[in-house]
């Protein structure tokens, strides 16, 4: 069906309270795992690319294997930029036929951040592509922050509401506890927060960081409103965990078809495992 927009996946994820899984992908082997993962499980799938995967793959190829494989499938497929800081690229990846971006001003101040977000809406929305943005700031250990810094960093209710309609964003991602990459505990999620954030923002909300959280955690989040999950980490590793097992047990090998193969599987059964929970299954 080629790729399409996120707009009415995520309102309808709202609408009936589950999650939409969105994956980082970095090339073709990683983009055809979590492809077949949703196509077998009949979801739609969001695939992310971030402005680092932009510069290491191609903008063009990139957005040419998205296409394909939106077409090669039966299931809705969204290509969303993810993290990007840079009004130009994003302008880029609209042109090049992104269907979704998301404007990342989450380090600065609230009213900057609103205007950053407000320009990119304004050049998105007459191309029928959606915004999303983020309020709060994830931060991972090495931010070593004391708690009074911490508490500030996570998403502030009420700003919430004023910043999604001030900007006119299509969904919201939150700092309610999550951080990118692995966690050095079991992460804490306030689902306090969470709750008090659906009360007031009518527009789908985004959980970044949700690699490496407890599966129950993740079930909770959703339950009390998160409408998508973004996973990176958890599909890096277990891809690459499989690859060095092969080339481990056999180390003459230099065929990729043949490493790439028992990887692309294990990312696979990883992004199953994540649609599953985030309650996206059959929703194709
Ligand atoms: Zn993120």
Redesign the pocket.
């Known amino acids: 069906m080629g790729l399409i927009s996120s707009k009415d996946l995520l309102e309808n994820a709202k609408e009936t309270n589950y999650a939409v899984a969105a994956f980082n992908i970095h090339n073709l082997e990683t983009l055809k795992a979590v492809v077949e993962a949703a196509s077998e499980l009949k979801s739609p799938v969001i695939l992310q690319t971030t402005p680092g995967t932009v510069k290491y793959a191609g903008l063009s190829y990139l957005h040419a294997m998205a296409d394909v494989a939106s077409k090669e499938n039966d299931i809705p497929v969204v290509l969303h930029l ?2 990007a800081e840079d009004y130009d690229l994003i302008v880029r990846c609209i042109d090049s036929g992104y269907t979704s971006v ?1 404007i ?1 001003g989450s380090k600065l101040p609230f009213d900057e951040n609103v205007a950053a977000v407000r320009k990119v809406v304004e050049y998105a929305h007459p191309r029928g592509v959606q915004v999303e943005a ?1 309020l709060g700031r ?1 931060v991972g250990a090495e931010d070593d922050l004391n708690v009074s810094e911490y508490e500030s960093s996570l998403t502030n209710p009420d700003l919430a509401a004023e910043f999604a309609e001030k900007t006119g964003i299509d969904s919201l ?1 939150v700092a309610i506890g999550t951080a ?1 990459g692995l966690y050095k505990g079991t992460p804490r999620l306030d689902y306090d927060r969470l709750k008090e954030i659906k009360k007031r923002v009518s527009i789908p909300l985004v959980l ?2 949700a690699s490496d959280v407890p599966d129950d955690m993740i079930a909770k989040a959703v339950e009390y409103g998160i409408n998508k999950i ?1 996973i ?1 980490t958890d599909i890096k590793i277990a891809f690459v965990k499989a690859m060095k097992k092969y080339l481990e047990e056999h180390p003459e090998e230099s065929d990729p078809r043949k490493y790439f193969t028992p990887a692309i599987e294990a990312a696979k059964e990883v992004a199953k495992h994540k649609i599953s929970l985030a309650g996206c299954k059959n929703r194709a």
């Open positions: 993810d993290h998301m990342d983020e994830l991602a990118h970044h960081g973004n990176a």
